[in-house]
C-alpha cells in the first residue's frame, strides 16, 4: 500500500537526476564535453552537405546555356490549342444572341492584336514588316557556329491577312454572328523541333467524333490547306529568336448543324511528328465542344 505511494516520487526524481545531474555534472546524461562533441559534429556534417549542394549547383549552373534548354523532354509531338478558350474548351453560343458570342469576339482580337493591355501582341500588323519575308516549304536555320553565336536570330512574317476570312479584318466577328464561326490553333512551341520532312509542312485537319460526323458539315482552313509552314521552324527559344511569331490555322465552320452537340477533335498531320501515343493523348490534338444555337 505505502509502495505505491513511493513509486511516482522515485521515477520523477529519477528523471530530473536523468536531466541535470548535479554529482556528474551531466545535461540529459552527456557532459558538456560530450554533448560539445556531439554540436561539433553535426555543424561540421551539415556545412559539408551544404558545401556539396552548392558545388553540384555551381556545376549544374556552368553547363546551363542561356539560349536553350539543356534538358528537354525527348517528346516529340507538341500539345495543341485552340483559341477562343474559355473556362472550358467549349464553343457554346447563339447565333441571334450577341452578348453569348462577344466574349469569343473579344478573345480573338485580344489574342490577334493586343496580348496584355495596351502591348501589342506578335501578330499586330505593324509588326510583321519587321520580320523576314521567308521562302515557304523549307526550314529557316539560322545556326550558331561554334562559339560564335548567331543572336539575335530573325523570324518569319506570319500575317494576319493569312488567316483569310478568319483573320478579323474583313468580318470582325470572325464568323460568329453568321453561324459559321473560326478558331484558331496553334501547336505549342518545342525548341529545335523539326515538324516536317521533303519540303511537306506539317497540317491541321479536323473532324467529328463518330456519331457526329453528319453534323459538322465542311471546313475551311487558313491560310490554305490548314499547314503550319516549315519556314517557322525550328524555333529557338524566347531569348534567341525574340520577335517569333507563331504560325496560326485557323478553321472556319461553314456548315455545322445548330442547336445539336458536336464533339470535334483537331489534329496535327506530319511526316515526322507521331500523332498522340497511349502516353500522352493530348500530343498533336485538341477537342472541343462546338454548339450553335439559332434563337
Ligand atoms: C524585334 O522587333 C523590334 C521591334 O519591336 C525590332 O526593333 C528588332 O529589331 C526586332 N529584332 C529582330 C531580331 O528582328
Ligand atoms: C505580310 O504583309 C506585308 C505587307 O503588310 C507583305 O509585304 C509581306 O509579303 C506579307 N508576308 C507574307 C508572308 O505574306
Ligand atoms: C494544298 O494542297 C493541294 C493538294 O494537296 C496542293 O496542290 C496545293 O499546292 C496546296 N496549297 C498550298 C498553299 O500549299
Ligand atoms: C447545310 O447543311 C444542311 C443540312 O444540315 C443542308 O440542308 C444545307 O443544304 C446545307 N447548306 C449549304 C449551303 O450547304
Known sequence: MSGSKEEPRRVSGDWREFFWNARTHELLGRTATSWGLVLLFYLVFYLFLAGMFAFTMYIMLLTLDDYKPTW??????????????GDQLEIRYSVSDTESWEDFVQNLNTFLSCKKLLRPSAYWENFQPLNADCPPDQYFIQEDSGEVRNNPKRSCQFNRTMLGDCSGLEDRFYGYSKGQPCILI????????????DGQSPYVSCGAKNEDSEKIGPLAYFPDNGTFNLMYYPYYGKKAQVNYTQPLVAVK?????????????????SNTLQAGSERDRFAGRVSFKLRINNQ
Open 253 to 269: 465552320f461553314l456548315n455545322a448543324s445548330l442547336n445539336t452537340d458536336i464533339n470535334v477533335e483537331c489534329k496535327v498531320v
Open 186 to 197: 496553334k501547336l505549342n512551341r518545342v525548341i529545335g523541333m523539326l515538324p516536317g520532312k
Open 72 to 85: 528537354q523532354d525527348r517528346l516529340l509531338t507538341p500539345g495543341m490549342m485552340i483559341r477562343p478558350k
